[in-house]
């Protein structure tokens, strides 16, 4: 998808990430790109479009009590990358998922308005 079609920014994140789908766990150290949309994962995994998951984000180490923790399902698993839309996320987690976003963009006023127009998942 050519960023022109992207609804939302997307910044790298150098964090711990975890997939679970079909009852399999994949571990990464990096995300390539977040968003409060979806994420893409550098994470080979045989997985179908459509495949729902659970993704895990660790803010510090591997606690799992700073972590943000969405659901979402398979867009694509291709080419080592495992890109993920998002489609459920407690308050909490959006909350620290948006700061996230917003002080890893370099233009945190565009990621603000985003938010606003956008302020659930979409």
């Keep these: 998808m050519s960023d022109e079609n992207r609804r939302f920014t997307r910044v790298p994140f150098k964090v711990n ?3 679970t789908a ?3 766990t994949y571990n990464s150290n990096e995300i ?4 409060v949309g979806g994420c893409l994962i550098p994470v080979s995994a ?4 459509g495949t729902p998951c659970r993704i895990k984000i660790f803010l ?6 700073l972590s943000v923790r969405i659901k979402g399902e398979i ?3 291709d080419s ?5 839309k998002f489609t459920r996320i407690d308050p909490e987690s959006l ?3 948006q700061n996230i976003i917003r002080y890893n963009s370099p233009d945190a006023d565009m990621v603000e308005g985003e938010i606003n127009k956008h302020p659930g998942l979409l």
Excluded: Y
């Excluded at 080592?80 to 993920?84: E, M, R």
């Design 60 to 65: 510090e180490g591997t606690s799992d009590e």
């Design 80 to 84: 080592g990358f495992t890109a993920i």
């Design 95 to 97: 909350f620290h998922l």
């Design 46 to 49: 045989e997985l179908d479009p």
């Design 32 to 35: 390539s790109n977040l968003s």
């Design 75 to 77: 867009v694509r698993a």
């Design 17 to 19: 990430a975890e997939i």
């Design 22 to 24: 079909n009852d399999v």
